[in-house]
């Protein structure tokens, strides 16, 4: 299960090309788009990059949906917003990735105030939890909370993107997953989604790859739409994603942290910039570029494997919908 030397030989390049590019973010607040009117959904937003994107889609007039599985953190997030922003538009859902049983009560409370929504940022996420650890369907965990809840969750908004596009297909309308070079370090093998064996680290790795899938996935499965479905690396940053990391490897890459501010500038690029409209669908990494999968991956995503991944998945929601 571990990956190919074509891989591990293209994941290398890919980091020396992060660590080589100017740290230095091009698309910043001041080149944001206006977007007085517009909704967005930002997950994982009760700390770190999610406050930060949602202070900055505030500050630019959106409302702003956070979404977090404590109501207190989220709360506390709400009145830190607001002490430097006075006038946000802001609201809050509590859901919890690791059961899909709170998902589909969690979400109502957005689908009852809006027809509509511009955006969504799945910036929710964890990282290199403990193995044998499973959510409460039984799913290993990084894949439950990763990728099947927020599949569910993207199930339940779809239909307010959809009437955003009808009522203006000029719209920019995202939807960005969040994935991460570590993909390098898995092998792709899509038919064992749930299998638990990997280590802990490319239990991790495989979770951001079947992020990337899903990106390339869900205008597959929505043929016709205008919507841009994105997947961005936002860079090794200063979160409570390395809250289950050992206190060795963290003091180990503890100086490669960047502030979450800086993890915000690429997931709204991967948001806001009109090069995404360029481009199609990307991959956008530190801070703010267009950058690279591997090969196999990128076959794989794009074949009948990414779409019997997002199928299974589909299959595994279906209760809970």
């Known amino acids: 299960m571990l990956p190919t030397l074509r891989t591990l030989w293209e994941g290398l390049c890919a980091s020396v090309d992060e660590a080589s590019a100017s740290k230095t973010p091009q698309f910043l607040d001041e080149d944001y788009p206006d977007l007085t009117g517009a909704v967005w959904v930002v997950t994982g937003a009760n700390g770190g990059i999610g406050t930060e994107v949602a202070k900055k889609l505030a500050r630019k007039g959106a409302k702003v949906w956070l979404i977090a599985r404590s109501h207190a953190k989220l709360e506390e997030t709400v009145q830190l917003i607001k002490t430097e922003q006075p006038e946000a538009q802001l ?75 009808n009522r203006d297909p000029r719209s920019d309308l995202r939807i960005v997953w969040i994935s991460s070079l570590a993909l390098y370090l898995t092998s792709y093998e899509f038919d064992k989604p749930n299998d638990t064996t990997r280590s802990v ?69 991967a948001a806001l910039s009109p090069e995404i409209c360029k481009e199609g669908s990307a991959f956008v990494v530190p801070f703010g570029r267009i950058g690279r999968v591997s090969t196999e991956l990128y076959k794989r995503a794009h074949s009948s494997q990414g779409q019997k991944l997002w199928d299974w998945i589909d299959e595994q929601i279906e209760p809970y919908k």
């Open 91 to 165: 609201d809050t859902c509590v859901m919890d990735f690791s059961d899909l049983t709170t998902i589909k009560p969690g979400v109502q409370k957005i689908l009852s105030n809006h027809t509509e929504l511009h955006g969504i940022i799945h910036n929710a996420g964890v990282m290199f939890a403990e193995k044998g650890l499973k959510t409460a369907q039984g799913f290993e965990y990084q894949v439950g909370v990763n990728n099947v809840g927020p599949q569910l969750l993207q199930h339940f908004l779809d239909p307010l993107l959809e009437r955003a596009m």
């Open 201 to 269: 680290t490319e239990r991790y790795a495989f979770s951001k790859a079947i992020n990337y899938v899903q990106s390339v996935q869900w205008p597959l499965h929505h043929p016709g739409t205008q919507v841009l479905s994105v997947a961005a690396h936002p860079g090794i940053i200063k979160t409570e994603l390395f809250r289950h990391t050992d206190s060795f490897s963290d003091r180990l890459i503890d100086g490669l942290k960047w502030p979450p501010e800086y993890g915000a500038y690429t997931e709204l690029f």
